[in-house]
Structures are given as structure tokens and as C-alpha cells.
């Protein structure tokens, strides 16, 4: 791997806190990434936030065709130095929150893999856009995050790190986090530790239509007020009272539990109570 230092001399480079830049230096993390990272034949790569090419020259050598999102110009001219001639590779300079990934998915029955280092500000944004608007074509999303909201997404119910966000990601995913990184393995190095996780999609979701917005209806009024007991935060469906209390008595939920005590297979059976009767 070529320099860091010598790269951003080259371009005269100087990574900018404004757009959360940290890159990773520790080449035994990336080495670890870097097996992690399953990528089925058929599949491509599409890497999120090149940086200076510490990832992306590793995934080029897994053969498959890997497109890598660089919005930072001078980033994006480091990356198509190093790569361009590269059999496969592809270069978009673009904000990864307004680009449209779905010309990049392969014919069926491939899917794409998304994996990056994202600065931080992304984290929840990214994650919710790749899941609720290409769940049909995304395999697996493997990207480096705040270990705060790594530990939110493997959260347990009743726990303090357990939210809508857990909520979330655990219905349309299967999430692990894969390995810890500390803030040294940076540079510059963020405040904060970071942890490398996996959110394998499923390709088929157990609810749809008016029943999974209820879920997430759900999920918001419990969290909104997560200290209340159910059937208190309910009250923010604007359901009438009968129905709310109709629905818990057929999931046979205590109405006096807090909903930050409910998993997602509970959650679920409540949102179909409310569309299935009184």
C-alpha cells in the first residue's frame, strides 16, 4: 500500500473535519476487513467512501466488479490514479445520499454488496436509505461505524442502547458486529471508537403495505416516550383507546409494560392486531 503521507503530499491533501474524514492506517484491521467482506459470484462491490484507496485495493482483488463512490475531488483523483487501469473497477465522484445505486446492480439473480468507511454524520441516513430503498437489490452492507450505534444495532430489548433504530435494522436485516476498532487505527483519529459491522438483508420482508408503517408507527410513539408504559405511548397513533387496548389484550401484552421491553417479533404481532380487528 502506498504511503499515506506520501499520497496527501502529493495532492496536497489535508483531511478536513467538516466531513468527518478519519482514515484507517492499520493495515492488520483492513487485512481483517478485507476477509471479512463475502462477496457471492454474480455480485458486485460497491465500496462507499474510497478515501485514499486502503480498502479499495483489496477489494479489487476479490474479481468482481467494484464501483467505488468518492465525493471528495481530490480523494477521487487519488483513487483514479491508483486504479483506473484496473480490469473491472469504476469511479463515481458523487454524494453517496443522492446517488441512485440501482443502475449498479448486476442481472439477477446478483445483487450488490456495499462496503466503506463512512464518516460518522452518515451512519443512520446511509443505513436507512440502503435498507428501505434498495433492500430488493442489496446482498449484505458491510461498513465501519461509531461503536455506539454498532452496540444500538445489536441491542436487546429493555436495554439502554435498544431503540427505533434497532427496531429498524432488525427487521429488514440480520446484524453483527465483526470487530472492534480503536480510535488510534485512524488518522486523524475521531474522538470516539468505531466498530466494523455486517447487515446481511433479507430478501423477503415478513410484513408490507399499511401493516409494516403501523410497525414502525409503533416504534416511533414507544421510543418518543420510551419511559411510559404502552399503553401511554400508544396514545401518539392517535388510535382511540378501545382499539389500543383491544390490540394489546389479543397479543397478550401486559398494559403496563414499557414498549422498550417489546422485541421485534412482538412489535410485529402488534401491528397486525391494529389491521386485523377490534
Known amino acids: 500500500m502506498e504511503s499515506i503521507s506520501a499520497l496527501f503530499e502529493e495532492f496536497s ?14 493495515n492488520k484491521i483492513v487485512d481483517n476487513i478485507e476477509k471479512a467482506i463475502e462477496c457471492p459470484e ?13 480498502l479499495t485495493e483489496r477489494l479489487v482483488k476479490k474479481g468482481r466488479l467494484l464501483t467505488v463512490v468518492e465525493p471528495d475531488h481530490k480523494l477521487h483523483a ?3 490514479r491508483r486504479f483506473a487501469k484496473t480490469p473491472g473497477f469504476g469511479l463515481i465522484k458523487a454524494d453517496i445520499m443522492k446517488l441512485d445505486i440501482a443502475p449498479l ?5 446478483g445483487l450488490i454488496t456495499v462496503a466503506g468507511n463512512i464518516p460518522y454524520y452518515l451512519t443512520t441516513p446511509l443505513i436507512i436509505r440502503l435498507l428501505t430503498q434498495y433492500q430488493p437489490i442489496v446482498r449484505r452492507v458491510y461498513l465501519m461505524i461509531q461503536k455506539e450505534v454498532a452496540d444500538r444495532l445489536v441491542a436487546k430489548p429493555g436495554s439502554k442502547s435498544y431503540g427505533a433504530l434497532t427496531v429498524c ?17 485512524f488518522r486523524p483519529a475521531p474522538k470516539v471508537a468505531s466498530a466494523f459491522v455486517v447487515l446481511d438483508l433479507k430478501r423477503e420482508l ?10 414502525f408507527a409503533i416504534s416511533r410513539a414507544i421510543f418518543q ?11 401518539f397513533l392517535g388510535k382511540p383507546t378501545e382499539e389500543v387496548n383491544a390490540a ?3 397479543t397478550g401484552i401486559d398494559p403496563q409494560i414499557r414498549g422498550e421491553e417489546l422485541g421485534l417479533a412482538k412489535l410485529m404481532e402488534l401491528a397486525q392486531a391494529f389491521d386485523n380487528g377490534n
Open 13 to 26: 491533501y489535508r483531511p478536513r473535519k467538516s466531513m468527518g474524514q478519519n482514515f484507517l492506517t492499520d
Open 42 to 54: 454474480g455480485d458486485v462491490l460497491l465500496e462507499v467512501g474510497g478515501g485514499y484507496g486502503a
Open 78 to 80: 487519488m483513487l483514479e
Open 105 to 109: 446492480a448486476p442481472p439477477a439473480p
Open 169 to 185: 435494522t432488525n427487521y429488514y436485516c440480520d446484524v453483527k458486529k465483526l470487530v472492534d476498532v480503536p480510535a488510534r487505527c
Open 206 to 215: 415478513p410484513l408490507s403495505g399499511a401493516v409494516e408503517k403501523r410497525l
Open 225 to 235: 416516550s420510551r419511559r411510559k408504559v404502552i399503553t401511554n405511548s400508544l396514545k
Open 248 to 250: 394489546l389484550q389479543k
